[in-house]
């Protein structure tokens, strides 16, 4: 069983099951709100990221009921000593962003533990990237694909790489009647010229050398689903010609191949590129480009929708989480430099930088001068702590002897006169350290169990601080 991403909401106080349904949707939570006696037939039917019900509900039975569905996790709202194995934790007014979110985040993990969540499909996992938003032109893109999709209109996506034009596709696939069929995503730059005709259309047994066998190509493979055909601009002019007559007579034939097999595809084409420039110039087909062009969208960048930055950044975070690869949390500071920076890469670069941020403060919250410099556009001054000088010394000399951290030690011999000038008693102790060490693998013939002996410490002690010093057993 799949765990649906809506959230259940069960609660007789009308009231307060408004307040908290403005709020998860406010958050950009899929909230469902059913009524009591519908519960059962839901957890039947499907698993959710979580249950909130009230405290109404709890007190006249439905207690029983959830507990069947332990794997199910639950939030109580309003109700307090309730007591069952998969209550995860319990909401009450008034409701807090931070609580709230906490507590979502702790279903997540019950679900984890409890259960292995069945992957999702390439298509569902990809379906919110890019699209979340509330700015009129990402708008104006759910709109065309909820228009477009029922239809089986060519459809040309167009816009800067890292926009998610591929995301419109799948979307579009989705949506339409050919869900249930294969999506296949070509990346027409991506393959030689010379091989491209057979990756697309397949070839018979012998058509070439090395064609030992006979292959299907992707439009065979998508047959009944969605041929998605990305960077369309980078095609050869020798393979618009064919492109062309697929669109045109629904059919093809194998490389080396007569039959002519059918084409019963949905096409949707993209390109970063201006076909009608390259039109103008003679690299790209008009009839092609009308052909594809039936239905056009532009994915508007990310710098035209910088508002969008706030949500995207918490798809993504959320997405991260459940797959299970960590969290990280951005301070409103954070959030407003990243919405000034101008994202030359796209939601492909926002995506790229959470994913760094979560390896770099795993589980942390990141400020402006957390981020990689060219991400800085808040002037904030850095935090710094008052750390007195003589507590300074302390820490040093327990770091020395503690082997926190490394020393680069020059090569002589300790010397116990107070030299005119001074010296810096953090050196001079690592280098009395180091002379001792040294003395002691002299002395034990560089045996090293032997040398910790003399030096009254453990051995891997000494391993630690001969490794620190980038010291041999040879001294």
């Known amino acids: 069983m799949q765990t649906e991403q809506r959230i259940l909401l069960v609660d007789s106080d009308v009231s307060r099951q408004e307040r908290l349904e403005y709020l998860l949707n406010f958050l950009g939570e899929q909230v469902k709100p059913i009524a009591i006696e519908q519960l059962e037939a839901h957890l039947k039917a499907d698993r959710y990221r979580a249950v909130l019900i009230g405290n109404h509900q709890l007190s006249e039975g439905a207690l029983p009921l959830l507990s069947r569905f332990d794997r199910q996790p639950m939030l109580a709202i309003g109700a307090t000593g309730v007591q069952a194995t998969n209550l995860v934790g319990q909401l009450q007014e ?54 477009v999709a029922a239809t089986e209109a060519s459809v040309l996506v167009t816009g800067e790489s890292g926009t998610g034009k591929e995301v419109v596709a799948r979307n579009i696939h989705y949506l339409s009647a050919q869900r249930d069929g294969p999506f296949i995503p070509v990346n027409c730059g991506a393959i030689p010229a010379e091989l491209l005709e057979s990756e697309l259309f397949g070839h018979e047994k012998g058509a070439f050398t090395g064609a030992i066998s006979t292959r299907k190509g992707r439009f065979e493979l998508a047959e009944g689903g969605t041929l998605f055909l990305d960077e369309i601009g980078d095609m050869p002019a020798h393979m618009q010609v064919k492109i062309l007559r697929v669109l045109q007579e ?42 594809l062009n039936v239905f056009p969208i532009e994915m508007p960048s990310l710098r035209d929708r910088s508002d969008d930055v706030p949500l995207l950044l918490n798809e993504l975070v959320s997405r991260i989480e459940g797959e299970g690869k960590g969290t990280v949390r951005f301070t409103r500071r954070a959030i407003d430099s990243l919405v000034a920076h101008p994202w030359s890469g796209n939601v492909r670069e926002l995506s790229n930088l959470v994913e760094r941020m979560v390896i770099l403060c795993p589980g942390a919250m990141v400020d402006v001068n957390d981020l990689p410099m060219k991400y800085r556009h808040v002037d904030v001054p850095e935090f710094t702590v008052d750390y007195p000088e003589e507590d300074q010394e302390r820490d040093a000399l327990a770091a020395l002897f503690n082997g926190d951290e490394p020393v680069e030690i020059p090569e002589q011999r300790f010397s116990n006169e107070l030299p005119e000038d001074g010296l810096n008693l953090k050196d001079m102790l690592a280098e009395l350290e180091v002379d001792m060490i040294r003395q002691a693998l ?6 090293v169990a032997r040398a910790a002996e003399l030096l009254g410490m453990r051995r891997t002690t000494l391993v630690e601080k001969m490794r620190k010093y980038g010291m041999s057993k040879e001294g």
């Not at 996992?125 to 990402?138: E, P, Q, W, Y």
């Not at 590129?273 to 003679?282: A, F, P």
């Open 94 to 147: 008034p409701f807090v962003y931070g609580e709230l979110t906490e507590l979502l985040h702790f279903c997540q993990v019950y679900q984890r533990v409890r259960h292995e969540v069945a992957p999702t499909s390439p298509n569902q996992t990809k379906l919110f990237r890019s699209l979340v938003g509330r700015s009129d032109s990402i708008a104006q893109v759910r709109h065309l694909i909820s228009q």
């Open 250 to 291: 629904r059919c093809f034939e194998r490389v080396g191949g007569s039959k002519s097999i059918k084409a019963n595809v949905r096409i949707v084409a993209a390109t970063h590129r201006d076909l009608e420039q390259m039109i103008s110039e003679g690299r790209f087909r008009e009839d092609l480009f009308y052909r």
């Open 442 to 447: 002299e002395q034990s013939q560089s045996v």
